[in-house]
């Protein structure tokens, strides 16, 4: 927990664990418009702002901002932050372990099943703190539409943890739900 205090992403961590509504994101989701980027309600025009961010998941909105790097090596980085490097295919089911810069969520599990030991090294203590940082950003802050992959992206800032806390993590949280929202309005969208 010292690690992941140190990011300042603590309130992820406390945020209930509860069951998505997929009706009532349905719902919710039919009412967004791309021009506004609001939902219209029978009764109001409702945005999501930074403050919403801020105070529900408890992380920062106003320090650096977050910007990605998209042209790495992501299983050297998955070798170097998480102790595990994936290979390219799942071996007999002729199926994608990484693609770009997301990885499958039951290969990541299946990395980490184990708790760490009492006597391990602090370098394994931060890759499980990378592991869990990743999978609750994954699940809570990047999330999309193919539900079984987390996104890489934000391990990069995770290199040194204490680095994390920086970052404007709302900022960049609130625009990719704002694109992945938009994006899924098109007609092409699957």
């Known amino acids: 927990m ?23 994101i349905t719902a919710l989701f039919e009412q967004w418009r791309l021009k506004t980027h609001m939902f219209h309600l029978p009764h109001r025009e409702m945005g999501i702002t930074l403050q919403n961010i801020k105070v529900m998941l408890g992380i920062p909105v106003d320090r650096l901002p977050v910007t990605w790097k998209t042209d790495i090596t992501w299983s050297d980085v998955c070798r170097d ?21 997301r990885v499958r969520y039951k290969w990541l599990d299946a990395q980490f099943t184990a708790p760490p030991t009492v006597d391990v090294g602090d370098e394994v203590v931060q890759q499980h703190t990378r592991y869990h ?26 290199n040194l943890i204490s680095n994390a806390r920086q970052y404007s993590w709302g900022c960049v949280a609130l625009a990719w739900l704002y694109r992945h929202l938009c994006s899924a309005l098109k007609k092409d969208a699957m």
């Open 133 to 158: 940082l990743l999978v609750w950003m994954g699940a809570m802050l990047f999330m999309d539409k193919l539900t079984d992959w987390v996104s890489l992206l934000p391990l990069q800032f995770l």
């Open 81 to 101: 932050l998480l102790g595990h490097q994936p290979s390219l295919m799942i071996p007999n089911l002729n199926r994608s372990i990484l693609v770009g810069a």
């Open 2 to 24: 010292q690690y992941i205090d140190a990011t300042g992403f603590t309130g992820l961590f406390k945020f209930p664990n509860t069951e998505v509504n997929h009706t009532f």
